[in-house]
């Protein structure tokens, strides 16, 4: 049994689900295509299909932290983060120092917070988070606290104040990006020429892995 109110966003999965569904449906049921369920996939379904995969973990992962006791249970690991705005040197940039040294946030990490502490975070409103923009920096004072700077911030309700508790994530997962970047996926793979010796190098992205995985993937 379940009760309470679903996961906002949730219905995504549902969407994607029925797409993937349909687009299998269409291709074993082609009578030119000669589809033989023992063959393997080609790279260009191998790529989708682990880019699907990710996106949906990703997307999943980011979904919870939208829930108070999953976001106050992740507030012990590092992944959200709260404390107290002590510096406000720009309208754009400001130094919140942290409750604990624990963060995972890292350099360059695109982040959103609200106002309050991890059990407070609102439900979504479709006006975007309180606060979002990227981490410049980390340090640790003398009294062994840290503090993390943020940069290009943009505060929904006007300038953060000093002593004003915030909250922080990692940036919300749009789906609809995720969809467009496996549609120009599809689109590079679907190509005659190789894309992959033009353009600009692939970017690393680092995510969380099971350990299980990690044990498999080792020689």
């Given amino acids: 049994m379940s009760a309470g109110e679903i996961l906002p966003g949730l219905d995504t999965f549902a969407e994607d689900d029925t797409l993937s569904w349909e687009s299998f449906v269409a291709r074993v049921s082609d009578p030119k295509a000669s589809w033989d369920w023992r063959r393997r996939d080609n790279r260009r379904e191998a790529a989708l299909g682990l880019a699907t995969r990710c996106d949906a973990a990703e997307l999943y992962e980011s979904l919870r932290l939208s829930d108070p006791l999953v976001a106050t249970r992740e507030s012990f690991s590092g992944t959200v983060v709260s404390g107290v705005v002590t510096t406000v040197p720009a309208r754009?940039?400001?130094?919140?120092?942290?409750?604990?040294?624990?963060?995972?946030?890292?350099?360059?990490?695109?982040?959103?917070?609200?106002?309050?502490?991890?059990?407070?975070?609102?439900?979504?409103?479709?006006r975007g988070p309180w606060l979002h923009g990227r981490v410049a920096a980390t340090r640790v004072t003398t009294d062994e606290r840290l503090v993390v700077t943020v940069t290009d911030a943009v505060v929904r309700s006007g300038p953060a104040r000093i002593g004003q508790r915030v909250t922080r994530r990692p940036r919300s997962v749009d789906p609809r990006q995720q969809r467009s970047g496996r549609h120009e996926l599809h689109r590079r793979y679907a190509a005659r020429r190789s894309w992959l010796s033009g353009g600009s190098p692939p970017v690393p992205r680092r995510r969380d892995v099971p350990l299980d995985v990690v044990v498999a993937a080792a020689e």
């Fill in 92 to 126: 754009t940039r400001i130094e919140v120092t942290l409750d604990h040294l624990a963060c995972r946030l890292r350099e360059n990490a695109a982040v959103e917070g609200f106002p309050g502490y991890p059990r407070d975070v609102p439900r979504a409103d479709g």
